[in-house]
């Protein structure tokens, strides 16, 4: 099983390039790293876990900055994004983000696509919430139509864009209907989210990883009867907090990778946890 982390990284915790090498050296599968462009003050939703949001939702540094230092600095550590709030991305412009990360990586990007959590910060950028799931579905459409090999028009819902020229490609070519990098949807389970996953993705990333016995063979079922080949679905626990249990269980349903967590901390703390996490590659 490979084993990827995810961390909240800040101004304040060790760096992007330092913390790189060390996954690389250690032979960890990939880094994932979330998204916030900023935190209200005055806000009303409450923090899904429970409690004072946390001080690093509001300090993260920008992902796909982020990880493009950590490309240069690597050849093999997979790249990711968990997740990419889709809905907040004017869509032409993250084409060309995701598609020229992926391209300097040598197609080792990994988009995690997600609806959030915080009405506020998503209200910021002109996202209605109740729209925000099909929002995410017409923009993630419009960008497989700029990463097409021939020019290709697309009219949505919420936004068109004419038959364009628009390089780099992603590396990875279409499979199914699914276009651009290995692309992962998050969220919790249910009708609405496995039939997006069926329709523009290749698989799911549940968050926390619990109740995947009962929840993975109604996936399956939606993901079937989308005429989906059974084996290219793609499921990763992300956001794991490992037990030796916890992955065996895993390995049991056919999971080849999980995203463990990593603390928002220093370069001692988060190597000590590296140190810890070790036993399981």
């Known amino acids: ?10 101004d304040e915790t060790v760096a992007p390039v330092r913390l790189a090498r060390e996954l ?12 916030h462009t900023h935190i209200p003050v005055e806000r009303t939703t409450p923090y899904p876990a429970g409690g004072d949001l946390p001080r ?49 990586s040598g197609g080792r990007l990994t988009l995690g696509v997600g609806f959030g959590w915080n009405v506020e910060e998503a209200a910021d950028h002109g996202v209605l ?9 017409d923009r993630m459409a419009l960008m497989r139509a700029l990463w097409a090999d021939e020019p290709t028009a697309y009219e949505g819902e919420f936004g068109s864009v004419r038959a364009s020229s628009a390089y780099p490609k992603p590396v990875q070519k279409p499979r199914g209907p699914v276009a651009g990098p290995r692309t992962l949807v998050g969220g919790a389970a249910g009708p609405k989210l496995f039939a997006h996953i069926a329709e523009y993705a290749d698989g799911w990333m549940p968050i926390g ?8 063979p109604v996936l399956r079922s939606v993901w079937a009867d989308a005429g989906r080949d059974p ?8 956001a794991v907090f490992p037990s030796p249990g916890k992955l065996a269980h895993y390995a049991e349903l056919g999971i080849e ?3 463990v967590q990593l603390p ?11 140190d810890a996490y070790a036993e399981y590659l």
């Open 129 to 137: 919430w109740r729209s925000r799931r099909e929002l995410t579905r």
């Open 257 to 259: 990778e999980v995203v």
């Open 264 to 274: 928002p901390a220093g370069e001692a703390e988060v190597l000590g946890a590296l």
């Open 209 to 216: 990883g619990r109740g995947l016995t009962e929840s993975l």
């Open 24 to 35: 690389e050296a250690r032979g960890f599968a990939g880094l994932y790293l979330p998204e």
């Open 231 to 238: 084996a290219a679905l793609q499921v990763v626990p992300y």
């Open 56 to 104: 690093e939702y509001g300090r993260t540094l920008d992902p796909f900055v982020a990880l493009g230092q950590v490309a240069a600095v690597t050849e093999g550590l997979g790249l990711g994004t968990g997740i990419t709030l889709v809905a907040q991305h004017d869509p032409i412009d993250l084409a060309k983000q995701i598609a020229t990360l992926d391209h300097l």
């Open 1 to 10: 099983m490979r084993i990827a982390v995810t961390i909240f990284l800040t």
